[in-house]
């Protein structure tokens, strides 16, 4: 029998069997959410608040991992968890008194049936940023090996009725701002851009679907990408959170799928996909499956994704169904071709969703092994395709080697600049009274769904039962908490059940839910490009939001030179107290800290700015770069 299908007797029914224990994780204020062991995981009864939300809090980080000590691996509280990758908590587990008992050390690392399985690729450190000796991402199995159980959770059905599957949010009134924005289209022949989705010449089916989806007109990222990507050309774009660079690879891809016909088969032992879409968090990728779904409702083209924190059986099952759209995380993408269920010889498209973090040092490994897979069609026989708001000088460079040569690099606005209908404030705080801040900035929220963004795993466990214990209903979404957990939450969060979620950076990238006004940054993030994406989960597709964040002097000096020049290029007001914090964090010469704000553009130079579809000559353009930034 194959592990797969050893694995695939956790039905959803046995997952539920399971876990009837763990009702009530949603942290919803009932007082069963922060009462040590209650739920009966593992052994132990000391971890205060820690136990009702992560089990044993293995070294992994990772789901699975946590999943492992749920079943007898670990223990609670600190237990496992590496502290010197979590400069924060100290300081605030005194402020909380320092609960959480010292249990065993937490549980198991990946899982790898034949050496390949791997939980972890998720939401794994990077770029030094959030690795860092068990820091917060850091989600690489380190615990032990393949004695964890398999991992029984079957994910709810995506919806089958229409209605649910295009329900929508409306376009804000910023939408036809996007207009505004200088776009810069570089590398040689870019096709003309379209300005209108007519002019995308999409099948019927096709242009139905993006009608029920309530779009009327196309974002520059689609007006630009959709012909970039139809012509055939590999790409790299860039564009600010929230304006539609999802729908800007989706569409083109299914439309050159239904002009050729694609069909999914179910009679196929092994799946051969056109089309890999990788994503950096579960979440992220469900989300894009989603959408791919809703595209391709009503045609040939079957869409599935496969993500970690879930039943491989399941999931190979669902591909064995007909893929041609495979969407997944890259620890669970690779698995699953390595167990032979994917063959890449149809492979036309592959797509990197937030591109940044999939190359940086957290994932690049992986994507390496991606288009190292045997089958893998070369670059030259594929279509790549990268889209992410940011995009680091250092990643841009490696990412070419991923691309053709002849690649167009797409920037919609600044490259790694913030999105400017969300209205950023900071305030100066120290570490001790940001509780207290929290707690008049959630005053003025209300009932206003608001992300509250904290450096750890650790921290996200307390500030949820603090909110809890001060009767706001909140829930929480990281790293240790079991895959049915975090799906629990962000839909009590979506549905306004809870409409305050306190999350870690797995919740920082791509997420687009509705209604979300306010984003705390309650820990500011160590990197800037962090700091944009989660300012980003507010202020989409033309909506208006607000972001604020605690600046702590003592931790984030180092941020506050970046975060100048984020806040004077997207329009804010820069307080002249971190003005002054990063003229002094960079010794007094030659910083201009309103000057030119970011590298701007494609590492490979050139291009040529375009506003309304118009070309205009690269020299002309970049002064009004520069006019427009500086
Ligand atoms: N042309 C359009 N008209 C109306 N709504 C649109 C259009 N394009 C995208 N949207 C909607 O805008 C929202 C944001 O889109 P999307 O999630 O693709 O943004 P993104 O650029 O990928 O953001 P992020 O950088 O955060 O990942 C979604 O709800 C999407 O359905």
Not at 92 to 105: E, M
Not at 246 to 255: E, N
Not at 587 to 595: A, K, L, M, S, V
Request: glycine share 14%; hydrophobic share 35%.
């Amino acid at each position: 029998m194959d592990n797969w299908e050893e694995e695939g007797t956790g039905t959803a029914g046995h997952y539920q069997a399971i876990n009837n224990n763990a009702e009530g994780s949603s942290l919803n204020g009932r007082s069963d959410s922060f009462a040590g062991g209650s739920r009966g995981r593992g052994r132990g009864t000391r971890g205060g608040f820690r136990n009702a939300f992560s089990s044993g809090n293995d070294d992994s980080g990772n789901s699975d991992g946590g999943q492992g000590s749920r079943w007898g691996g670990g223990g609670f509280g600190n237990s496992g968890y590496d502290d010197s990758g979590d400069n924060e908590a100290s300081g605030f587990r005194s402020d909380f008194g320092g609960r959480g008992g010292r249990g065993g050390r937490g549980g198991r690392g990946g899982y790898r049936p034949g050496g390949e399985y791997r939980e972890e690729g998720e939401e794994r450190g990077g770029r030094g940023r959030f690795g860092g000796g068990g820091g917060e991402l850091d989600d690489v199995g380190r615990g032990g090996e393949n004695t964890a159980p398999k991992v029984v959770y079957v994910p709810p059905p995506p919806p089958e009725e229409e209605n649910s599957i295009f329900a929508h949010y409306a376009s804000g009134i910023n939408f036809d701002k996007y207009d505004n924005i200088l776009v810069d289209v570089s590398g040689e022949n870019p096709p003309q851009a379209i300005m209108t989705f007519e002019e995308a010449a999409m099948c019927e089916t096709l242009n139905r679907n993006v009608g029920k989806s309530g779009y009327v007109k196309p974002t520059p990222v689609q007006k630009h990408g959709i012909p970039i990507i139809m012509a055939g050309r590999d790409l790299m774009a860039c564009a600010q959170t929230g304006s539609g660079k999802t729908a800007a690879f989706l569409l083109p891809i299914l439309q050159r799928l239904m002009a050729d016909g694609v069909a999914a088969s179910r009679f196929s032992e092994v799946q051969e996909p056109e089309v890999i879409i990788v994503a950096p968090t579960r979440e992220l990728i469900n989300q894009i499956f989603l959408e791919a779904r809703k595209f391709a409702f009503g045609t040939c083209v079957r869409t599935v994704v496969v993500y970690g924190g879930v039943n491989t059986g399941y999931m190979i099952r669902e591909v064995l169904k007909g893929c041609n759209v495979l969407c997944g995380t890259p620890g669970r993408m690779l698995d699953i071709i390595g167990r032979g269920k994917v063959g890449l010889s149809k492979l036309r498209y592959l797509v990197l969703d937030e591109a940044d973090r999939m190359l940086d040092m957290g994932f690049e490994p992986d994507m390496r092994k991606l288009v190292g897979s045997p089958g893998m069609p070369s670059k030259e026989e594929r279509q790549t395709l990268m889209f992410s708001a940011t995009y680091p000088e250092d990643i841009q460079r490696m990412a070419a080697d991923f691309l053709k040569t002849d690649y167009l690099f797409l920037a919609v606005g600044q490259v790694g600049g913030a999105c400017s209908d969300v209205e950023q404030n900071m305030v100066q705080v120290t570490q001790y009274a940001k509780r207290d801040m929290l707690m008049d900035v959630l005053k003025t929220t209300g009932t206003e769904r608001t992300m509250v963004f904290v450096e750890t795993k650790r921290k996200a466990d307390f500030i949820a039962t603090f909110l809890c214990q001060e009767n706001i209903p909140t829930t929480s979404i990281h790293g240790d908490r079991e895959q049915r957990e975090r799906e629990q939450a962000l839909a009590d969060f979506r549905i306004g059940k809870c409409p305050v979620l306190v999350a870690t950076s797995v919740a920082a990238r791509g997420l687009d839910i509705e209604h979300v006004q306010h984003v705390v940054n309650f820990d500011l993030p160590s990197s800037i490009d962090e700091y944009v994406h989660r300012i980003g989960r507010t202020g989409r597709c033309g909506n208006t939001g607000r972001a604020m964040s605690f600046f702590d002097p003592e931790a984030d000096t180092p941020l506050a030179r970046s975060l100048v020049k984020v806040l004077a290029g997207a329009q804010q007001e820069v307080p002249s107290w971190l003005e002054e914090i990063a003229i002094g964090a960079h010794g007094t010469t030659g910083f201009n800290p309103r000057g030119r704000v970011f590298a701007s553009m494609d590492t490979r130079k050139g291009g040529a700015f375009e506003r309304d579809g118009a070309r205009q000559p690269a020299v002309q353009s970049q002064a009004a770069d520069e006019d427009e930034w500086e």
